[in-house]
């Protein structure tokens, strides 16, 4: 009688911890409001849990007006998923003329990353130099040591200069390619697939814009994002602090054109979602798979399902959320008049029978 007392116990027990775990909630375009009466104006960007509180990280696109009044990155916190508190600005763009953060320049897609062996917060971004449009492709890390900031700068530039990605046959890395070679005939997709870009950049770093960052099971992060002008992604190692990289890396899916990348792990599959390449406006969403994060990845069909499912729900993935057992697919409705404006899609992700992903929006 007292074991079946003690098990009735223990399954309530059980049963009132599953009910407090927070659910995301699913999002589809509406204002999503916080605490403060505003719109969440935290794009592009991801959730982090640290000590039961959620720290959702964007673009703060200021007033909305495309090209300027970027504050830097937002953060928001909340213990349920759904009631979010505006934290202000976490790294905040400088006056100081000619600092790489200063106001004007483009910081996009910013992930943040704990590091439990240097107890630091870790923040990744997209960073593009004031002045010069897209031209930089640079990444920007900066630490903090509380996950609301203020975040410090530490570098941004391209990536792993003068290495090649361990993925680049030694009989390519030789070819010296002609410097005006017309785009998008045959023999220039060719010369894309052989690492024409990727010999081009070796001695300045390779180009980086769209990213993610992933944290493994066993702890290593990588460096996930869209290089070789948008044409091909890389996923690259970052040494044990996270804010380097260690010069391993790997090119995948050469002038497949993949941006937007959310990566997530499910029963020992890696899996990403990412976008075409259309600029704000949507495209069809891609689903790729690798059962070891450094390659080989395997291209399957588009993982949205239903009406909608060609343009991603008029939406672009940003991240996949994993707490718990669930998962849900954040994306960005970009609104390109009013970038501050732009809503939220959080869908959760289901699983066929044979584990691949899908998302629909009802
Ligand atoms: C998209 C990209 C966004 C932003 C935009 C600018 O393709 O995913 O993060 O860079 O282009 O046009």
């Not at 009735?8 to 589809?28: C, D, H, N, Q, W």
């Not at 990744?124 to 492709?137: D, P």
Request: charged share 20%; glycine share 10%.
């Amino acid at each position: 009688m007292r074991k079946f007392i003690t098990l009735v116990l223990l399954l309530a027990a059980a049963m009132t911890s599953r009910a407090a775990e927070p659910v995301m909630p699913t999002v589809k375009g509406e204002p999503f409001i916080a605490s403060d009466g505003k719109h969440i104006n935290a794009h592009g960007g991801a959730i982090l849990l640290h000590d039961g509180t959620y720290y959702w990280y964007g673009e703060n696109r200021g007033d909305g007006t495309p090209g300027k009044g970027q504050k830097g990155v937002a953060c928001y916190t909340s213990t349920d998923l759904k009631n979010w508190d505006n934290k202000g600005i976490v790294l905040a763009v400088t006056d100081s003329v000619g600092a790489p953060l200063e106001r004007g320049c483009i910081i996009e897609r910013p992930k943040v990353v704990y590091n439990p062996a240097t107890g630091k917060f870790v923040m990744w971004f997209h960073h593009e130099l004031k002045g010069v449009g897209y031209g930089s492709a640079y990444s920007g890390v900066a630490v903090s040591d509380s996950p609301t900031g203020p975040f410090v700068h530490l570098n941004s530039g391209r990536i792993n200069p003068g290495i090649y990605p361990e993925n680049l046959p030694e009989e390519y890395r030789k070819i010296q390619w002609p410097k005006d070679m017309e785009w998008w005939t045959p023999e220039w997709r060719k010369a894309v697939e052989k690492g024409m870009f990727t010999v081009r950049d070796l001695d300045g770093g390779q180009m980086a814009r769209d990213m993610t960052v992933f944290v493994d099971d066993d702890g290593k992060a990588y460096h996930v994002y869209s290089s070789e002008e948008n044409l091909t992604l890389n996923i690259a190692e970052l040494d044990s602090t996270y804010t380097r990289h260690t010069g391993r890396y790997i090119r995948i899916f050469p002038g497949g054109h993949n941006e937007a990348p959310a990566l997530f792990k499910h029963n020992g599959t890696y899996w990403m979602i990412t976008s075409g390449c259309t600029g704000w406006a949507p495209n069809e969403a891609r689903l790729m798979k690798a059962d070891n994060i450094m390659g080989d990845w395997t291209q399957l069909p588009n993982p949205c399902r239903g009406e909608g499912a060609k343009t991603t729900f008029d939406s672009q993935s940003t991240a996949v959320a994993h707490f718990g057992d669930r998962y849900t697919f954040m994306a960005d409705m970009w609104n390109p008049k009013n970038l501050a404006d732009s809503r939220h899609l959080w869908l959760p992700i289901k699983f066929d029978a044979d584990g691949t992903p899908y998302i629909t929006k009802d």
